[in-house]
């Protein structure tokens, strides 16, 4: 069975940083394409970050563009999103999902539970 376990959520201060993981199993996770998406109050799923399976293509949505960086470690099954020059519209639940193969970025398998983010002063 597919498990994706997100952690590292968490109160910040505007301009502060928060790094999120996302620890995988259950699939062999070098060959799938990995995602970041998060949910804000009141608000639509919002797609956030993407990453190719072997880490050659990577993708942002404008709003986070510049400030947020996906990566992965294979060897551990791990991605990960460090979130820096944070802001209060950045407060969400955000999900790692699992793409349908090694560069798919819209059609999610499976997704984590969810680790909130909280912005604010």
């Known amino acids: 069975q597919v498990q994706l376990v997100e952690s590292g959520g968490g109160l910040a201060q505007p301009g502060g940083s928060l790094r999120l993981s996302c620890a995988a199993s259950?699939?062999?996770?070098?060959?799938?394409?990995m995602n970041w998406a998060r949910q804000a109050p009141g608000k639509g799923l919002e797609w956030v970050s993407g990453m190719a399976s072997d880490g050659s293509d990577t993708y942002y949505a404008d709003s986070v563009k510049g400030r947020f960086t996906i990566s992965r470690d294979n060897a551990k099954n791990t991605v990960y999103l460090q979130m820096n020059s944070l802001k209060p519209e950045d407060t969400a639940l955000y999900y790692c999902?699992?793409?349908?193969?090694?560069?798919?970025?819209?059609?999610?398998?499976?997704w984590g539970q969810g680790t909130q983010v909280t912005v604010s002063s």
């Open positions: 999902t699992k793409g349908a193969s090694g560069r798919s970025y819209t059609t999610y398998t499976n």
């Open positions: 259950g699939f062999t996770f070098s060959s799938y394409a």
